[in-house]
């Protein structure tokens, strides 16, 4: 297949509630829409780099940047085979693996629409619906905490991630605990921590917790091996994995004892069928991370956590939980606290164009 337009849209997309984590605070999620053009279809991918660096380096003007100026350049008059070609093509640019993955996304669905078969086909899924977890932001009180856990629980989230950082844990865990003593539990301190904060976090081990998720910053991979020896909750990484090497090198050294998967990321769906095969082999569980995207992030989301490896409840929510007018239809529904796989071509989901120049603040096109 040859690329023969590609284009970007910047999009401000209010959020139905303030989203507080760690690293702040977002009420409206900025992201980057990438599409491509060639035999005649078109094909959609999102970048889930965020407006600033505060989850990742990576911004969402960094990726159009490196888009823009370095990746589409490597792909210029190149007749691509396969998607799985694209990490190689694109070898070159060191880092920026969240640019990398949005082009590839959108090569994946221009892909399974040219032969017609859906994404989750495509990557080999084995589920037709997949469990959805929810991720809790940071809540002004424990009692407003009590009632949003109470409300996604009576939606049939089938898991419940808290949002953590020094001076809202051990409390508002032990509250959530309390109320919900069945509920599978897990936090994410979103890096917050140091190893200095072992023996506080020692706490957190009487609470049944499925996991902690990436207490410590996104380059101490000794420090958290350290830590998942001192701990019984399992450490899961997620801003620490930006590559399949980094995930072997976290398993290696003992880092974590499951990994959370975000196909932006590690550097696109072809990385992180890497680390699904990494981890199948090494019975490593996984599961889906979730980067507030629109329908078109969630539906790849989904379809990657249809594959045998991804074994959790992921923070793949029900479209309503984060947007009241997404992007793509249909949205995504909770039925039984299961989001339903995709069954059409390539992404399976129809893009709103009308929304999509709506939400939009800029967009650009390249010829290539
Ligand atoms: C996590 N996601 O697992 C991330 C964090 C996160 C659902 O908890 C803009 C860009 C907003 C990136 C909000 C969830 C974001 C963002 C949260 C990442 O750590
Ligand atoms: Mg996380």
């Not at 609470?207 to 019984?232: S, V």
């Amino acid at each position: 297949m040859r690329l023969e337009q590609v284009g970007l849209y910047l999009v401000e997309m209010p959020l139905v509630a303030p989203f507080v984590t760690s690293f702040g605070e977002e009420r409206v999620r900025t992201a980057l829409l990438v599409w491509v053009r060639g035999e005649g279809l078109t094909g959609w991918g999102e970048c889930v780099a965020g407006s600033g660096p505060w989850f990742s380096p990576e911004t969402v003007g960094t990726a159009r940047h490196v888009i823009a100026d370095f990746a589409l350049p490597l792909l210029q008059g190149k007749d691509i085979a396969h998607p799985q070609e694209l990490p190689g093509l694109l070898r070159p640019i060191r880092g920026h693996p969240m640019a990398k993955a949005a082009l590839e996304a959108a090569v994946w669905d221009l892909w399974g629409k040219m032969h017609s078969q859906s994404l989750a086909q495509l990557l080999g899924a084995v589920r037709d619906r997949v469990p959805a977890g929810v991720s809790v932001g940071i809540q002004k009180d424990i009692s407003t905490l009590l009632n949003v856990v109470g409300s996604f629980v009576d939606q049939g989230y089938q898991r419940v991630k808290l949002k953590t950082k020094p001076g809202w844990d051990v409390e508002p865990v032990r509250a959530v605990r309390e109320k919900f003593p069945e509920l599978p539990l897990s936090v994410d301190a979103n890096a917050a921590y140091t190893p200095a904060d072992l023996a506080h976090l020692k706490e957190l081990d009487k609470f049944r917790l499925l996991m902690i998720e990436q207490p410590f910053h996104y380059d101490d991979l000794w420090g958290h091996a350290r830590l998942a020896r001192e701990l019984q909750t399992p450490v899961c990484l997620d801003e620490s994995i930006f590559s399949p090497q980094r995930a072997w090198e976290a398993l290696e050294l003992g880092a974590c004892r499951i990994i959370n998967v975000k196909q932006g990321r590690v550097g696109g769906l072809s990385a992180a069928l890497e680390i699904h095969n990494l981890a199948v082999e090494r019975g490593v569980p996984l599961w889906c991370g979730g980067m507030l995207e629109t329908g078109l992030g969630r539906a790849l989301n989904v379809a990657l956590a249809a594959l045998p490896g991804f074994v959790l409840p992921h923070d793949i929510s029900a479209t309503d939980r984060y947007y009241r007018e997404d992007v793509a239809h249909p949205p995504f529904k909770l039925e039984d606290g299961h989001i339903r796989v995709p069954q059409g071509p390539g992404l399976g989901v129809e893009v709103d164009l009308e929304r999509v120049v709506r939400f939009s603040v800029a967009c650009w096109t390249y010829r290539m």
